[in-house]
């Protein structure tokens, strides 16, 4: 009876350990896509907008 308590106490650490890991490793994988999607926005706007102000210089 023991080993049985010993074994559902390991499990149910192990699960709880995987889940916090996934949560971990989600949060990461959110956070670096958004630091992704911010410098790809910083580059759109920056070469955008350089290229709007090439554009309007050319028509004038």
Known sequence: ?????????????????????????DYERRNAGQKILEREMKNFFSSGLSDLIVVKMDME
């Open 1 to 25: 009876m023991p080993e049985q308590k010993v074994r559902k106490l390991t499990s149910g650490l192990l699960e709880a350990t995987k889940s916090s890991e996934m949560e971990i490793c």
